[in-house]
């Protein structure tokens, strides 16, 4: 609830504040049809009580091939270093997509799960902090799923609807086949004020921090309030997973982002979310606190100063600092 009335304390004297929500194709034309580019990045932190640990966490390259005006094929290569447990080379990406009309368009293959404000499909190089909300990092919601996606907008006097309906197949614990259907629904007014929800059905995935089995069904709300052109973001969204055969999990975070000038921003955020990594939820609580510098097209810099605590823990205490470089 405090997060609602968070919005509703400051939504007064609103104006549009732009925020990308998706990195620059920057990259490079191979002919007339296709796209290839990519980014990488460097991570230094020191966590109270270890030692200061500096890696490249992520090397992502794309390839969109323009078949036709209507047709197009994206795939995106990524290696991943996770913290602590060694780097990987995997598909993050691959499909084929049919624009019919701005109302409709069609995926066909593996895309990255629709889901809210904070999607995983936004690349590390263009979100506003340098640790993702709790919510995003249980990874309740799987981050990608196979299958086919029906997506597209309308717009009236009102506003703007946007909508993303799909089946899929996602990796589970159960490695039974089972299908997952999901949709995401939101309206923005007055370019300002954002509202959505997003649902989805599926079973456990391998990827999520619950090492419980079972089926799963998530809603997740979201809004957001832009204030002063190109000055505030308050963004806020909340998250609810029905556990078959355990105890619910949810969690939450909010955040007011100060974009101080085009280059320059500074960002906080509040968590609020279940950590179930012991199959039993236990409460996690974060603050963060960021400051970015984006100078030019191809250079991203961030220095970030968090604290973090579970409900049977003291506070603990993190600064990191991160580069991103798009080629």
Same mark, same amino acid.
């Given at each position: 609830?405090?997060?609602? %009335?968070?919005?509703?304390?400051?939504?007064?004297?609103?104006?549009?504040?732009?925020?990308?929500?998706?990195?620059?194709?920057?990259?490079?034309? =191979?002919?007339?049809?296709?796209?290839?580019?990519?980014? /990488?990045? %460097?991570?230094?932190?020191?966590?109270?009580?270890?030692?200061?640990?500096?890696?490249?966490?992520?090397?992502?390259?794309?390839?969109? =091939?323009?078949?036709?005006? +209507?047709?197009? =094929?994206? &795939?995106?290569?990524?290696?991943?270093?996770?913290?602590?447990?060694? @780097?990987?080379?995997? *598909?993050?990406?691959?499909?084929?997509?049919?624009?019919?009309? #701005?109302?409709?368009?069609?995926?066909? @293959?593996?895309? !990255?799960?629709?889901?809210?404000? $904070?999607?995983?499909? #936004? $690349?590390?190089?263009?979100?506003?902090?340098?640790?993702?909300?709790?919510?995003?990092?249980?990874?309740?919601?799987?981050?990608?799923?196979?299958?086919?996606?029906?997506?597209?907008?309308?717009? !009236?006097?009102?506003?703007? $609807?946007?909508?993303?309906?799909?089946?899929?197949?996602?990796?589970?614990?159960?490695?039974?086949?089972?299908?997952? /259907?999901?949709?995401?629904?939101?309206?923005?007014?007055?370019?300002?004020?954002?509202? @959505?929800?997003?649902?989805?059905?599926?079973?456990?995935?391998?990827?999520?921090?619950?090492?419980?089995?079972?089926?799963?069904?998530?809603?997740?709300?979201?809004?957001?309030?832009?204030? +002063?052109? !190109?000055?505030?973001?308050? +963004?806020?969204?909340?998250?609810?997973?029905?556990?078959?055969?355990?105890?619910?999990?949810?969690?939450?975070?909010?955040?007011?982002?100060?974009?101080? !000038?085009?280059?320059?921003? *500074?960002?906080?955020?509040?968590?609020?979310?279940?950590?179930?990594?012991?199959? *039993?939820?236990?409460?996690?609580?974060?603050? &963060?606190?960021?400051?970015?510098?984006?100078? &030019?097209?191809? *250079? +991203?810099?961030?220095?970030?100063?968090?604290? #973090?605590?579970?409900?049977?823990?003291?506070?603990? #205490?993190?600064?990191?600092?991160?580069?991103?470089?798009?080629?």
């Amino acid at each position: 609830m405090r997060y609602w %009335l968070i919005l509703q304390l400051l939504a007064s004297g609103l104006s549009h504040a732009q925020e990308l929500k998706e990195a620059p194709l920057k990259g490079f034309q =191979l002919g007339d049809r296709v796209h290839v580019g990519g980014w /990488f990045d %460097l991570w230094v932190d020191d966590a109270q009580g270890e030692d200061v640990d500096g890696y490249v966490p992520h090397v992502f390259f794309f390839a969109d =091939l323009r078949i036709s005006q +209507r047709v197009r =094929l994206f &795939t995106e290569m990524a290696s991943i270093n996770t913290e602590g447990l060694g @780097g990987s080379t995997s *598909l993050q990406r691959a499909y084929l997509e049919f624009k019919h009309s #701005h109302a409709l368009k069609w995926r066909l @293959g593996q895309f !990255n799960t629709p889901s809210g404000l $904070w999607k995983e499909k #936004h $690349w590390h190089i263009m979100v506003d902090a340098n640790r993702k909300p709790l919510m995003a990092e249980r990874r309740y919601i799987p981050m990608h799923a196979l299958g086919i996606e029906a997506s597209g907008g309308a717009m !009236n006097a009102v506003g703007n $609807w946007d909508y993303s309906a799909f089946v899929a197949q996602s990796d589970n614990r159960e490695l039974d086949n089972q299908a997952s /259907f999901g949709a995401d629904v939101s309206f923005m007014f007055q370019d300002r004020y954002r509202f @959505g929800s997003f649902y989805y059905d599926y079973m456990n995935s391998d990827e999520s921090s619950d090492p419980l089995i079972g089926q799963r069904q998530t809603w997740l709300t979201y809004a957001e309030v832009r204030l +002063r052109e !190109n000055v505030l973001l308050l +963004r806020a969204e909340r998250i609810h997973v029905k556990r078959q055969g355990a105890a619910d999990a949810s969690g939450a975070y909010a955040k007011l982002k100060w974009q101080i !000038n085009q280059q320059i921003f *500074l960002n906080y955020r509040y968590d609020d979310t279940d950590n179930v990594e012991t199959g *039993l939820p236990i409460r996690s609580y974060a603050h &963060t606190l960021t400051a970015g510098y984006w100078p &030019t097209d191809w *250079l +991203r810099a961030r220095i970030e100063y968090g604290s #973090h605590k579970q409900s049977i823990d003291s506070w603990r #205490h993190e600064w990191s600092a991160w580069l991103g470089f798009i080629f």
